[in-house]
């Protein structure tokens, strides 16, 4: 019912910033929390941020809090995450991921590489 679609990852120096996207296609309006994932080589996947769609509630892990900013535009079904002072254990296979209930994530998309050096 939703197809999610990642981008903006790529290669920056520690410190560095980038900002990632997430395009949502299909049954949009039944969503409820939109949210960032990650997953380094030989890690579990660990959750990053998500938001509400009013965009009114949000919340981060503590490993980027104050460094990372989650918002929406629901004209363009699109949920950004601006990462600002990357450091290299950012480095993951970020994924987005949607929720009708909030209570787990339903729908995922492919993932965009994120790779931090130093």
């Known amino acids: 019912q939703v197809q999610l679609v990642e981008s903006g990852g790529g290669l920056v120096q520690a410190g560095g910033s980038l900002k990632l996207s997430c395009t949502a296609s299909g049954r949009t309006d039944e969503l409820f929390f939109t949210a960032w994932f990650r997953q380094a080589p030989g890690k579990q996947r660990e959750f990053v941020a998500h938001i509400s769609r009013s965009g009114i509630s949000s919340e981060y892990a503590n490993s980027v809090k104050g460094r990372f900013t989650i918002f929406n535009d629901n004209a363009k079904n699109t949920v950004y995450l601006q990462m600002n002072n990357l450091k290299p254990e950012d480095t993951a296979t970020y994924y987005c991921?949607?929720?009708?209930?909030?209570?787990?994530?339903?729908?995922w998309g492919r993932g965009t590489q994120v790779t931090v050096s130093s």
């Open positions: 991921a949607v929720t009708p209930t909030g209570a787990s994530y339903d729908y």
